[in-house]
């Protein structure tokens, strides 16, 4: 039996009320406690081992002193949790495979109203002027995606119906289902430029930051559209600006930016061609989000794997 069976669990987020329900519909009787903030628990975080919730919340909450055992991650995405005065003596576990199929709508969506012309016949509209130009289609169109994990490798899966070629870039060249070829991130500048769509799904870390520079939007065709669901600070936004003001790309959807919320002001709020979806790409489902965490909590009881258990040493 494992040291963490019956071990009370801390649950910080925003639903914590159906985690809990939940987690105390597959274990009657177990120990769970829940808050949308860390300040409402921190007497409570040392009493129990098992922790689940927002990074940025659990992240406080290892500023008090206290440390889990285990601790799962309701996000993808772990920054607030590599903070360098953060402890790491314990197990990290972040959120995986639930997001693709949600990330593979937001990215069909802004697809087709690219090919669809959706934001020009709405300009149209508004001038009440009769909009002409045909539309395009997605058959044959070029797709690389930045980050061929398991999110990129399900939108490769979900997309695969709609006859775009689809490539792939990862650290390492590798075969990937989905993916005509995945290759590694040295390759970028060479796949951007063969791409109509680029697609970034990169996670934050030393290696990916600054990666969409003015050089690398130079070599992507005037008529590609960039696309990022990944981490803002990938972008370096200025360039991106001055990429799209001189008509260099057809446009971009950006879904995170450096700087959350993007206060009044910023300069991307004003730029052409350029729509910002305030990091809404892949919301994290309840339902499928507690399946997660009772799967990694059994995994963990029973001396598996976790999936997604985060290595430290690379961030993810």
């Known amino acids: 039996m494992s040291t963490t069976d019956s071990a009370p669990i801390l649950i910080i987020d925003a639903q914590h009320h159906e985690y809990a329900t939940r987690v105390r519909q ?7 406690h829940g808050a949308a903030s860390h300040a409402a628990v921190v007497d409570l975080a040392a009493q129990c081992p098992l ?32 903070a360098p005065d953060l402890p790491r003596d314990y197990r990290l576990s972040r959120a995986v495979g639930i997001f693709g199929q949600v990330m593979a709508e937001y990215l069909l969506t802004y697809l087709l109203a690219h090919e669809r012309r959706v934001l020009g016949r709405l300009a149209s509209q508004v001038d009440q002027r009769w909009d002409g130009p045909l539309p395009g289609t997605l058959a044959g169109r070029r797709l690389l995606i930045v980050g061929a994990g398991d999110i990129g490798q399900r939108v490769a899966q979900c997309l695969a119906p709609w006859g775009l070629e689809v490539r792939g870039i990862a650290r390492e060249p590798r075969a990937r289902v989905g993916f005509e070829q995945v290759t590694g991130q040295d390759s970028l500048a060479e796949q951007a430029a063969w791409a109509d769509y680029l697609f970034n799904l990169l996670p934050d870390t030393p290696d990916t930051r600054d990666l969409y520079d003015a050089p690398l939007f130079a070599r992507m065709k005037p008529d590609a559209l960039f696309i990022n669901a990944g981490r ?23 879904d995170v930016c450096r ?44 001396g598996q794997d976790l999936r997604g258990q985060v290595d430290f040493r690379r961030g993810y």
């Open 51 to 82: 922790w689940f919730g927002q990074p940025d919340q659990l992240a406080a909450l290892l500023r008090q002193g206290c440390t889990p055992r285990w601790l799962q991650s309701t996000w993808a995405g772990i920054t607030p949790l590599l």
């Open 232 to 254: 803002g600070g990938a972008v370096v936004e200025q360039d991106l600006v001055a990429a799209l003001e001189r008509g260099h790309l057809a446009g971009a959807v950006l």
């Open 26 to 32: 597959a274990y009657p009787g177990r120990e769970v």
């Open 259 to 302: 700087e959350e919320p993007l206060p009044a002001g910023h300069p991307l709020w004003r730029v052409p061609r350029l729509l910002l979806t305030g990091h809404s790409a892949a919301p994290t489902l309840p339902g499928a989000m507690a399946q997660l965490f009772l799967d990694n909590l059994q995994r963990l009881e029973t």
